[in-house]
């Protein structure tokens, strides 16, 4: 269960575009008779690109959300590879009020990916530099607008 994101090093870019269809029985199943994913309003889908921003500081349910929209196909991971910091933890304050924290499970994608201590690769690898940060871009940010701006 995802309980939150740690949305300070997470974001996600989309866009909206309608497109005619017909209304299959299964829009919305990955590999349906579309072959996309969609959501049909006033019968028509509504076909969305999305680019998830990642970096090394990408971590938790943050990366259990991007690699399951990766691997559904629903997403294009753009940036670097994140934090590889994905086993779900319960904690415990002590008397004293430290805190033990406890790793609980494992997170296995769906294709069977561990993604502790590995992370999630991006599908475009763009990385911040300083100079185009002193320049006042973010060119990760750019590169996931260009993509958006080629799916369309």
């Known amino acids: 269960m995802i309980s939150r994101l740690k949305l300070s090093h997470f974001a996600i870019i989309a866009t ?22 969609a959501r049909v309003i006033d019968g028509k889908a509504l076909v969305t690109s999305v680019a998830v921003l990642t970096d090394g500081l990408t971590g938790s349910s943050a990366e259990f959300v991007a690699v399951a929209l990766q691997e559904m196909g629903r997403a294009c991971v753009i940036g670097t590879r994140t934090k590889g910091e994905a086993l779900p933890a319960e904690y415990t304050t002590l008397p004293n009020g430290d805190v033990f924290l406890c790793a609980v499970a494992d997170f296995v994608t769906g294709a069977g990916k561990r993604l502790e201590g590995v992370g999630v690769a991006p599908d475009i690898e ?17 590169a996931a607008v260009d993509w958006i701006r080629t799916q369309d």
Do not use: F
């Open 16 to 37: 909206d575009s309608q497109k005619e269809a017909k209304r299959p029985s299964n829009v919305g199943a990955p590999g349906g008779e579309t072959g996309i994913d």
């Open 126 to 142: 763009v990385a911040l530099s300083q100079g185009s940060l002193l320049e006042g871009r973010d060119i990760v940010l750019e």
